[in-house]
């Protein structure tokens, strides 16, 4: 994982539920990049045609609202999605994103759709850089950067307890 993120914005707003990110119809795959076809299908089309790999999506509060459903950090990760900065998320989504490996970050941003940010994950600060504003946000805690560094959980425990078998076979 990059300790340096540079991404365009993509803007949402408040309360942007799961069903919002990967309609229900659409949920049968886990495949990341086919979930990505459809992600924000009917809530915003074009968002398949402008998304880019690096971009980061702004938004309001309790991004991620809804159904528990893991789909929906996946399908931002298809989508090329770096990272999610929002005023606050849904718990669940929150968890299933950091599980999934998927950097989210709990900040009020000024940002407008097409700005470029570039957000330090362990320095804990976003600059827009066509403002020029800096906000400062605080970092995941260590254990949960280790797991987004990974690319998930199942990768973190995969590799933890690789060294520790590894150790023990000594």
């Known amino acids: 994982m990059k300790e340096i993120l540079e991404g365009k914005v993509i803007k949402f707003g408040d309360n942007v539920d799961t069903d919002q990110i990967i309609p229900a119809e659409f949920l049968v795959t886990g495949d990341p990049k086919e979930l990505a076809k459809n992600a924000f299908v009917k809530v915003r089309p074009e968002f398949r045609n402008i998304v880019k790999e690096g971009d980061i999506i702004v938004a309001g ?12 950090p ?51 600060t976003i600059k827009n850089k066509k403002s020029g504003e800096v906000f400062e946000f605080k970092p995941l805690p260590a254990f ?15 590799e933890v307890l690789n060294e520790k078998n590894s150790h023990n076979a000594r």
């Not at 991620?64 to 929906?72: D, L, M, P």
């Not at 949960?144 to 995969?158: A, D, H, R, S, W």
């Open 61 to 72: 509060r309790n991004f991620g609202c809804g159904s528990s459903r893991e789909h929906a």
């Open 74 to 124: 996946r399908a931002l990760m298809g989508a090329g999605i770096s990272c999610v900065i929002a005023k606050s998320f849904a718990r669940i989504f929150f968890r299933n994103s950091i599980n999934l490996g998927l950097t989210l970050i709990e900040c009020d941003i000024k940002a407008n759709e097409g700005d470029e940010l570039l957000v330090d994950l362990k320095g804990g």
């Open 144 to 158: 949960l950067l280790k797991i987004v560094e990974k690319g998930g959980l199942m990768e973190y425990v995969k």
